[in-house]
T-cell receptor, first 116, second 109 residues
Framework: EAGVAQSPRYKIIEKRQSVAFWCNPI?????LYWYQQILGQGPKLLIQ????????DSQLPKDRFSAERLKGVDSTLKIQPAKLEDSAVYLC??????????????FGSGTRLTVV | GENVEQHPSTLSVQEGDSAVIKCTYS??????FPWYKQELGKRPQLIID?????GEKKDQRIAVTLNKTAKHFSLHITETQPEDSAVYFC????????FGTGTRLLVSP
């Protein structure tokens, strides 16, 4: 099966600019996650979707971050305006169902964001 | 919410030795405990997982143990090889996974 697709792979922007990341999950996976992984740290959940609804966005900095999953398939994560501390790898993951009964996530390759 | 702690942060072993990484979790509702291996610049890859109704699981040189009472679980790698060198993350959760801070494993030939 095809994996989780993410683009772009790399992005360099200046602070206060905006940026958007795209994710296409594994076909048929209802649950989609966006994680932020700062260098040297574990992935931190930003937002979790079940189909096109938000299940958990408690750790999403909503003053600058937004995400959507229209039609319950692809998802876009946006940052506006970016700060230096947003420099990180943004990982998208998907799983077949809500909850962990179906097993672990499949991660995409990530987008490495550098804010200068 | 769930909180996962992972130790040690760095682990250096000689090829052929065993390596053990330990994690603790806080939420008794968590029922799934995977381990991921992440090589430099690559995505996390699932290497083994365990569910809360099982105490131990083994896959060739890798094993995971779970103590639900104490809320801790461990990854055991036997007969380590240089290609085992990577960062390993534990995670715990129910509807979502919370990750530990990672252990950098270095296996020297």
């Amino acid at each position: 099966e095809a994996g989780v697709a993410q683009s772009p792979r790399y992005k360099i922007i200046e602070k206060r600019q905006s940026v958007a990341f795209w994710c296409n999950p594994i076909s048929g996976h209802a649950t989609l996650y966006w994680y932020q992984q700062i260098l040297g740290q574990g992935p931190k959940l930003l937002i979790q979707f079940q189909n096109n609804g938000v299940v958990d966005d408690s750790q999403l900095p909503k003053d600058r971050f937004s995400a959507e999953r229209l039609k319950g398939v692809d998802s876009t994560l946006k940052i506006q305006p970016a700060k230096l501390e947003d420099s990180a790898v943004y990982l998208c993951a998907s799983s077949p169902t809500l909850g962990t009964t179906a097993g672990g996530y499949t991660f995409g390759s990530g987008t490495r964001l550098t804010v200068v | 919410g769930e909180n996962v702690e992972q130790h040690p942060s760095t682990l250096s072993v000689q090829e052929g030795d065993s390596a053990v990484i330990k994690c603790t979790y806080s939420d008794s509702a968590s029922n799934y405990f995977p381990w991921y291996k992440q090589e430099l610049g690559k995505r996390p890859q699932l290497i083994i997982d365990i569910r809360s109704n099982v105490g131990e699981k083994k896959d060739q040189r890798i094993a995971v143990t779970l103590n639900k009472t104490a809320k801790h679980f461990s990854l055991h790698i036997t007969e380590t090889q240089p290609e085992d060198s990577a960062v390993y993350f534990c995670a715990a959760g129910f509807q979502k996974l919370v990750f530990g801070t990672g252990t950098r494993l270095l296996v020297s030939p």
